[in-house]
């Protein structure tokens, strides 16, 4: 497996241009799916095999979308398709908002007021007494870590905004209380570049639960002043001077909308499928049953 990955690095990037990339599906198309049909055609004729085929074919697409769209047992729900030809990777994907206490938004949440009610990932999962061995390998306790992580991110990024040039924002009054917490540099420091910075509070997890029908993250963040070395510009000291509690909803958006409509479709033409298949399979049936219909030789023959 390792040669083969070599020597697809060895090839170099195909452009979505090339006539390769352009008939690469087609062409697996007609040979995965082509040789198929051509054994049913062979045994059944074009029109029945096609029909089989159809049926075999749409009744997988069916199974296979309703396990994309609830899931399989301990895995996540929408696990298929995540948005439709020509639209953005996360049209339908659920998106995060941080708020802190005190906003509009927080006096929607009932946990807010109640931080008890937050539990860790362990905690959530119910697997609080395993080893972190086993909590990583497990699959919802690893999907809620990198949902966790969506969050924190945003949480920051309001915690800490900062413009399109990198510059922090934080306004005249928390500047100068920041500057006043942080002190001035000692002999043979100065400001970092990137004086503040915000990160997790150390020592402490981030929590979610749900409320109000939304799940909720809640995190500790703390605004740290960096003093670097005059000479090596090699961070010294990182002054804690801001801790604040922050949450994040998150709005579920509708990833299982692309899987249910893959589903229904499928549904829809298996069942037609179906349909045309026993339809054709009956009018077999009455034809042989005509032909093979025995002479009633009580009718006298026509001299």
Not at 86 to 97: H, V
Not at 104 to 112: M, T
Not at 190 to 200: I, K
Not at 266 to 279: E, I, P, R
Request: glycine share 8%.
């Amino acid at each position: 497996m390792d040669l083969v990955y070599l020597l697809a690095a060895e090839a170099g990037h195909v452009s979505p241009d090339h006539i390769a990339a352009k008939i690469a599906v087609p062409l697996g198309v007609v040979i995965f799916m082509g040789s198929v049909y051509l054994l049913l055609w062979s045994n059944y004729g074009a029109k029945k095999g096609a029909l089989i085929y159809s049926v075999a074919l749409f009744g997988f697409c069916f199974v296979l979308g309703i396990f994309w769209w609830f899931g399989a047992p301990g895995t996540p729900v929408a696990t298929g398709l995540q948005n439709f030809p020509g639209q953005e990777p996360d049209a339908y994907l659920g998106k995060w908002y941080a708020f802190e206490p005190g906003s509009p938004r927080a006096e929607f949440f009932d946990a807010v007021n109640n931080e008890s009610e937050f539990e860790t990932v362990a905690e959530y999962v119910g697997m609080e007494d395993v080893s972190d061995e086993a909590l990583e390998s497990d699959p919802m306790a690893s999907f809620l870590r990198g949902d966790l992580d969506q969050a924190t991110s945003r949480m920051l990024a309001q915690f800490l905004p900062v413009d399109e040039f990198g510059t922090t924002l934080l306004g005249a009054e928390r500047r100068a209380a920041a500057l006043e917490e942080a002190g001035e540099p000692e002999p043979g420091e100065r400001r970092a570049d990137d004086f503040f910075t915000a990160d997790l509070t150390p020592d402490t997890e981030r929590q979610l639960t749900q409320s109000n029908g939304h799940t909720v993250a809640m995190s500790s963040l703390t605004l740290f002043a960096n003093f670097v070395n005059e000479e090596t510009g090699v961070v010294t000291r990182t002054v804690p001077v801001e801790t604040q509690t922050w949450f994040a909803f998150k709005d579920p958006g509708a990833l299982w909308f692309p899987s249910a409509v893959w589903t229904a479709i499928s549904l829809v033409l298996f069942l037609l499928s179906l349909y045309a298949l026993d339809a054709m399979e009956q009018r077999e049936k009455r034809i042989v049953g005509a032909v093979q219909e025995p002479e009633d030789l009580a009718v006298p023959v026509a001299q």
